[in-house]
């Protein structure tokens, strides 16, 4: 029998399992709301998972919820700051304000990457629905102007766009947005997961549906693709901006020995029950949850029982079904 490999030096927490908005890619739009009380993440339970792991580094306070919902989010990104933890976290921006913006940079957040899929209010609206682009327009430099103010160069700052059939022509306007509103990177993903490994009628039949309509992956024109990805990054080399682009096509099937991804041997996603999933492509807390941190402690399910069986299966020929239909494991994402 293997050897658990050490704690991991990062991890990501679930902060809250509530959302302001109701994203057309999302999860969360096809599941009963969860308001942001009992959505959140307990602090003391923070602080346990954190004191627990004496060589963390790298810490992501998001999960399926909007960051900004949960109660107790700046004290969390001092509490891992003083110690020296890289501290951040994407979100949509909606409850972002100036003063949100202020706190959380002079707490000492790390990074902060701001969910923008589409360069006009109608396509941007249509995909997360309850949100206001005009809000982003405010919100967006606000951000890039309490991060200047700190003066030792950061938070890092990035755009986050997801490609999907729907938004692709918009993307080089997205990188032509983030100059304007002085974020210097773009990051592109494709959507996350086919969700091909659930029962096509079952409960995770709409959300498996909306990938096989949208995602790039998938499509028949991926010349349009292609064309907008050349466009912005030429547009990124114009403005001086950084842009990481996804494959569209494919990597090679991992083999043994050669895994698919890293997360189960340096990382973990803890929702905000305590549940302990491989990693926060799962969506979905009764998919792959290997461990809770309600009775052990993070450290036993790590190195427990059915940690060690996930990571042998990653490494066959056999992997797990709920990798099989993931942009990471597959090389899209």
């Keep these: 029998m293997s050897a658990a490999p050490e704690l991991p030096r990062e991890i990501q927490l679930e902060v809250t399992g509530a959302c302001n908005l109701a994203c057309t890619m999302c999860l969360v739009s096809y599941r009963p709301k969860i308001g942001k009380r009992d959505g959140a993440l307990d602090y003391e339970r923070f602080r346990g998972i954190v004191d627990g792991l004496p060589e963390l580094e790298r810490v992501t306070l998001q999960g399926l919820g909007e960051p900004l919902l949960a109660p107790h989010l700046t004290d969390m990104v001092a509490y891992a700051a003083v110690r020296g933890i890289a501290v951040g976290f994407n979100t949509n921006a909606q409850l972002l304000t100036p003063e949100r913006s202020r706190e959380l940079v002079e707490a000492g957040v790390a990074w902060m990457h701001v969910s923008v899929d589409g360069a006009t209010a109608a396509t941007y609206e249509r995909i997360r629905s309850g949100a206001r682009f005009a809000r982003l327009e405010r919100h967006v430099p ?145 998919r792959a949850t290997l461990g809770d941190i309600r009775s052990r402690s993070f450290a036993e399910v790590w190195r427990g029982r059915a940690y060690r069986a996930f990571r042998r299966r990653l490494e066959s020929d056999d992997p797990p079904d709920v990798c099989r239909g993931c942009s990471l494991y597959r090389g899209v994402f």
């Design 142 to 286: 606000a951000l890039t102007a309490a991060a200047g103010r700190r003066g030792d160069g950061g938070p890092e700052l990035c755009l986050v766009f997801v490609a999907m059939r729907r938004n692709i022509r918009e993307l080089p306007d997205v990188v032509r947005l983030a100059a304007r509103w002085g974020v210097p990177s773009v990051r592109v993903q494709n959507l996350s997961h086919s969700f091909d490994d659930t029962d096509p009628s079952g409960s995770y039949a709409e959300i498996r549906r909306y990938a096989a309509d949208e995602a790039l992956f998938t499509a028949d024109d991926l010349g349009l693709a292609r064309a907008a990805f050349a466009e912005a990054a030429a547009a990124a080399e114009e403005l001086g901006l950084a842009l990481r682009l996804p494959r569209l096509d494919a990597a090679p099937a991992p083999g043994p020995q050669r895994r698919g991804c890293e997360w189960p041997w340096t990382s973990a996603y803890v929702t905000h029950t305590g549940d302990v999933q491989p990693c926060c492509m799962v969506m979905g807390s009764e």
